[in-house]
């Protein structure tokens, strides 16, 4: 394991933000959502973001959204917002706004293009819950490079409909040899991008609730919102 610093804290008042955690779910709910809710918490209160949670679609309008520099889906899962909620949230996109993603965020708005766009991919299915092994393919991102090349996890490990690998940066991908019922073969979980205006950081991994209590897992998590809050600068690629 890389012995590498935790991303920095927004200690500047001018870098410290709000964060909303958005977990609605009209689909499959993860029991794991108020240990996710609960560890986003927990990392504000330590690194200077303020969170907020809500299940309330009402949230998403421009007004709604204008106090957040990033906007976190935990777990979401079906049509979780209306047209005007999609509009708003596009527009907070456009307009530079953060996005954060995580496990079940890839089951979401499968109708709506942006988003698609946004998260990266779509969720596809997933064998049992069994131990795999991550590489680590990006050890320069604030979200993974804590880790030394390979992370050995217990998950559920996320497929996907396409493969996202040339349209996004690949931070962190699966070794199907590691465990049983992949079926892409190249199989990239977690990713960043900027294609839709603001910073979108998405990871598969999060299914448990003993997931959000690993210190390594938090400091993923904590990486990929420093990224998405635009506080992290990346060498190119």
């Known amino acids: ?44 209160a330590r690194h200077g973001f303020a969170v ?35 509009a ?12 954060v993603g995580i496990h079940a965020a890839s ?36 979200a993974t490079r804590h880790l030394g090349p390979t992370w050995p996890r217990v998950d559920e490990w996320y497929g996907f409909r396409t493969n996202p690998r040339g349209r996004v940066r690949v931070l962190l991908s699966v070794d199907e040899a590691s465990y049983r019922g992949g079926d892409m073969g190249d199989h990239p979980i977690a990713w960043c991008h900027e294609n839709c205006g603001g910073p979108s950081f998405y990871t598969a991994l999060g299914h448990s609730g003993e997931t959000y209590a690993d210190p390594e897992f938090r400091r993923h998590l904590l990486g990929g919102i420093t990224y998405a809050a635009g506080l992290a600068d990346l060498p190119a690629r």
């Not at 927004?10 to 240990?35: C, E, K, M, N, Q």
């Not at 979401?108 to 393919?137: C, K, M, S």
Request: glycine content about 12%.
């Open 1 to 44: 394991m890389s012995t590498q610093s935790p991303p920095p804290a927004p200690t500047d008042p001018a870098d410290r933000f709000r964060l909303l955690v958005f977990s609605r779910t009209l689909g499959y709910r993860h029991d794991s959502i108020p240990a996710g809710v609960e560890a986003l918490e927990e990392l504000g």
């Open 52 to 86: 907020d949670a809500t299940e309330d679609p009402g949230a998403f309008t421009d007004t709604g959204l204008a106090g957040y520099r990033v906007v976190v889906f935990l777990s979401t899962s079906g049509e979780v917002l209306d047209e005007s909620g999609r």
């Open 107 to 142: 089951t979401t708005g499968y109708d709506w293009p942006f988003y698609g766009e946004l998260v990266g991919a779509y969720f596809n299915g997933h064998p049992e819950i069994q131990p795999g092994t991550v590489r680590v393919e990006d050890s320069t991102h604030p």
């Open 88 to 99: 708003a949230f596009q527009r907070y996109v456009a307009a530079g706004g953060g996005f």
